[in-house]
């Protein structure tokens, strides 16, 4: 089974601009989760959707916004970009319904804010 | 408030011998999970166990073994004959599935460095 894809690996973007990430889930996954890594603040939850809806959402503001496609493949936003948001953005594949759920990983998306 | 605690920022081993990650959380929920995850240079975020709480049995995966303590709401990881491809930076997480979803809510890791 093939794992969880992200793409494009590496970003670079200037201040004021859009970026768009892309995630594919593990086959027979409905859950995609995102985080954002930075060295200051740690691994950090931005949001999960399941079946094409929100269902939970971290401590981000508005800029960073998300959505979930009837095949599970889920693409992630950042607005109006600041250097702050240079960051690795991971997202992680589950069912999303079982109590053992287990999140599983893609390689993540570099971003760099310049 | 979920949150999860790793108090050593580094460790060093020497190859084949046996060490000890450190882990504590605080939760108010009683029905959740713990992992442990490696995140080697490739940042690639690898499994390498997980522990359901209403399981007192502590879990074991080959070389990784946990002891985990619900009472005192530890979960530390004990790798044994270490190996230079377990250094890596590793995450302590709990897990939730309730109605506003879920989400996994990670420590600050710790760097594992492994001597030859």
């Known amino acids: 089974k093939a794992g969880v894809t992200q793409t494009p690996r590496y970003l670079i973007k200037t201040r004021g601009q859009q970026v768009t990430l892309s995630c594919s889930p593990i086959?027979?996954?409905?859950?995609v989760s995102w985080y954002q890594q930075t060295p200051g603040q740690g691994l950090q939850f931005l949001f999960e959707y399941f079946s094409e809806t929100q269902r939970n959402k971290g401590n981000f503001p508005g800029r960073f916004s998300g959505r979930q496609f009837s095949n599970s493949r889920s693409e992630m936003n950042v607005s109006t970009l600041e250097l702050g948001d240079s960051a690795l953005y991971l997202c992680?594949?589950?069912?999303?319904?079982?109590?053992?759920?287990?999140?599983?990983f893609g390689p993540g998306t570099r971003l760099t804010v310049l | 408030a979920q949150t999860v605690t790793q108090s050593q920022p580094e460790m060093s081993v020497q190859e084949a011998e046996t060490v000890t990650l450190s882990c504590t959380y605080d939760t108010s929920e009683s029905d959740y999970y713990l992992f442990w995850y490696k995140q080697p240079p490739s940042r690639q975020m690898i499994l390498v166990i997980r522990?359901?709480?209403?399981?007192?049995q502590n879990a074991t995966e080959n070389r990784f073994s946990v002891n985990f303590q619900k009472a005192a709401k530890s979960f530390s990881l004990k790798i044994s004959d270490s190996q230079l491809g377990d250094a890596a930076m590793y995450f302590c997480a709990q897990f939730q599935l309730n109605n506003a979803g879920n989400m996994l809510t990670f420590g600050g890791g710790t760097r594992l460095m492994v001597k030859p």
């Open positions: 086959s027979g996954h409905r859950s």
């Open positions: 992680a594949s589950s069912h999303g319904t079982r109590r053992t759920d287990t999140q599983y």
């Open positions: 522990q359901e709480a209403y399981k007192q």
